[in-house]
């Protein structure tokens, strides 16, 4: 199995531009989890997905940030539009549905000029 | 809500000396998780304790899981450079799914 994939791994964008990332989760795979890590902040959980359902979105910061889980393979998390304090690495993670371990993809830097 | 709390923050220790880090909740576990983050990489699960008072070995890595279960040590036996990285423990909060991540504890080692 290729593990958890994301893209881009790097993607740089002027303040104010639409930002999306894309996650593909490891197949069988029925939660889909959303985080950022900065410096600041350290790891925090932005959304989740059971069964390609959104159970938990407390942790989006505002309404710039959306997500979407269309099928069972494919998930994307939007920021419109993007500020500067949006720059951090975004993971996504999948696992099986009752709190067990979760697989991380290798993340997408981010940066907002 | 729930916060699970780790300490140190950041260790620097020379090879061959141990490590320890400890994690520490408000309320009681159903198990808690740990995984450790290669600098510039993504975190990767380490284990799962379930059990009150449950001890696991993996080489030289010991975790331990307290008898009230809110709390959780990973402890590593002469460190080796191989072992630079952030542990973080994790708890299920609220729904099953769901896991909180401590704030991590960096270990840098040099020889």
């Known amino acids: 199995d290729a593990g958890v994939i994301q893209s881009p791994r790097h993607e740089v964008t002027e303040m104010g531009q639409e930002v999306t990332l894309r996650c593909k989760p490891i197949?069988?795979?029925?939660?889909l989890f959303w985080y950022r890590q900065t410096m600041m902040r350290g790891l925090e959980l932005l959304i989740y997905?059971?069964?390609?359902?959104?159970?938990?979105d407390s942790g989006m910061p505002e309404d710039r940030f959306s997500a979407k889980m269309p099928n069972a393979s494919f998930s994307t998390l939007k920021i419109q539009p993007s500020e500067p304090r949006d720059s951090a690495v975004y993971f996504c993670?999948?696992?099986?549905?009752?709190?067990?371990?979760?697989?991380f993809g290798p993340g997408t830097r981010l940066t907002v000029t | 809500g729930q916060q699970v709390m780790q300490i140190p923050q950041y260790q620097h220790v020379q090879e061959g000396e141990d490590f320890t880090t400890y994690c520490n909740s408000s309320?009681?576990?159903?198990?808690i998780q740990w995984y450790k983050q290669r600098p510039g990489g993504h975190p990767v699960f380490l284990i799962q304790?379930?059990?009150?008072?449950e001890v696991k070995k993996q080489k030289r890595l010991t975790f331990q899981f307290g008898e009230a279960k809110k709390n959780s040590s990973l402890h590593i036996t002469a460190t080796q450079t191989t072992d630079v990285g952030t542990y973080f423990c994790?708890?299920?909060?609220?729904?099953?799914?769901?896991?909180?991540f401590g704030t991590g504890t960096r270990l840098q080692v040099t020889l």
């Open positions: 304790l379930v059990k009150s008072g």
């Open positions: 309320t009681t576990l159903s198990n």
């Open positions: 994790a708890a299920p909060t609220g729904t099953a799914s769901k896991l909180t």
């Open positions: 993670a999948s696992s099986f549905p009752g709190g067990g371990e979760q697989y």
């Open positions: 197949s069988g795979h029925n939660s």
């Open positions: 997905f059971n069964n390609n359902v959104p159970i938990d």
